[in-house]
């Protein structure tokens, strides 16, 4: 088999669900090859989006490999039409921490100008809306090599931690923050709470709780989450996910157990030097009696620890437990390009607008007001209260 990156490469547009499954080992086996990768762009993870969210796009898998047929890259889009605008973006948009392409180490020149070259001769799309990619992500290559319009804007936050021994972290917080958490660990310890993770068997059964605690989480402010948040795709999709995931040694559920019943629970994901936390669940009780973050944390860091990763990726979102504990925060941009600037110009002021907007809200110098009503503005918007009075299409 030719191993030369400089050799001509074979494209393909992968359009059905079947071949999308085919892929599984020759995916898995480029994922493993790939130093960029994350967990999200594993087969698992997006094959299991695929399945419970992929109604309503269309499949382009666009795949590169060498004259031998080896699987070099793949860039996992799908096209969206809607209104008249045809729209590409990455499988996974949405619940995903972390969106990219996949190339084999030692490939990437060839790859990246390929890759720039097939974006152009694919004429099905107006608009690529590459989300949530991080500043190491391999896209980037394929970007800066676009010969056409685009532009990056941020789009969001992950904080990171980093993994120092407990003690020693506990030192770089707040007083108060720290107090606490020891006095949670100590609560915990004497109520007999024990982390234990999830069996590969119990896998569908540990994802199906951690749904429920999530919910129960999150039940006292509904209105801060996307009602998809609710629906059973959301579910279906999370257990399928854990699943496969814990199935490839790419994740796992972690649980904390008091006497008989799951009080806290969380799933993670692991790779080359990532470790992030996707989604945690806890009971009301848990919520009243401990501080459930610092229960988790303290775990997913040994966890992170264990496998000498540097840095606890707690993943998308600013909220303000994630910011007492972050060493860093990591801006994911939104990467916009498009086949001409008529249709790029409009699309790509709206969000650098929005992301202006949404960094002055985030600022010391937004009013408190400004901020409330904005998110009263956003609830109304996310819960279609708006599109019912008339006031908002649908988008």
């Not at 666009?62 to 031998?68: A, L, M, P, S």
């Not at 996992?76 to 045809?86: A, K």
């Not at 998809?228 to 854990?242: I, P």
């Amino acid at each position: 088999m030719s191993l030369n990156p400089d050799e001509p490469l074979k494209v393909d547009v992968v359009q059905s669900t079947r071949a999308f499954a085919a892929l599984e080992k020759e995916w898995e086996d480029l994922y493993h090859g790939s130093p960029l990768a994350t967990p999200f762009q594993s087969w698992a993870w997006l094959y299991s989006w695929w399945e419970f969210f992929g109604d309503g796009y269309e499949l382009l898998l666009i795949t590169v490999r060498n004259g031998d047929g080896l699987l070099v890259a793949i860039i996992p889009l799908m096209l969206e039409r809607r209104r008249g605008l045809r729209k590409l973006l990455f499988v996974g948009t949405g619940p995903s921490g972390h969106l990219d392409m996949l190339v084999r180490e030692g490939w990437e020149d060839g790859v990246f100008e390929v890759g720039s070259e097939v974006l152009k001769r694919v004429d099905q799309w107006h608009v690529a809306d590459l989300q949530e990619v991080r500043p190491e992500a391999a896209i980037w290559g394929i970007f800066r090599r676009y010969r056409g319009p685009r532009v990056c804007v941020g789009q969001s936050s992950c904080p990171l931690i980093e993994t120092k021994p407990w003690e020693e972290l506990l030192m770089s917080v707040r007083k108060s923050l720290r107090t606490e958490a020891r006095r949670t660990l100590r609560r915990a310890e004497a109520d007999g709470v024990r982390s234990r993770t999830a069996e590969i068997a119990q896998a569908e059964q540990a994802a199906q709780r951690l749904v429920a605690l999530n919910r129960d989480l999150w039940q006292g402010r509904w209105r801060q989450t996307a009602p998809g948040h609710w629906t059973w795709r959301n579910e279906a999709h999370k257990v399928a996910a854990a699943r496969r995931m814990m199935a490839c040694g790419l994740g796992g559920l972690s649980e904390f157990w008091r006497n008989d019943e799951v009080v806290i629970s969380y799933l993670w994901l692991s790779g080359r030097d990532f470790f992030g936390v996707q989604l945690v669940g806890a009971s009301q009780e848990a919520i009243k009696r401990y501080q459930w973050s610092s229960l988790y944390i303290w775990d997913a860091l040994n966890s992170a620890r264990s496998k000498n990763i540097s840095h606890l990726n707690l993943l998308r979102g600013e909220e303000p437990y994630k910011l007492r504990w972050s060493t860093r925060l990591v801006s994911n941009q939104r990467l916009i390009l498009a086949r001409s600037v008529a249709l790029w110009l409009p699309y790509a002021k709206y969000y650098v607008l929005r992301s202006r907007v949404q960094r002055y809200l985030g600022s010391d110098n937004a009013p408190r007001w400004v901020k409330e009503a904005h998110g009263e503005l956003r609830v109304l918007l996310r819960h279609g209260v708006l599109r019912y009075l008339g006031l908002r299409k649908r988008p």
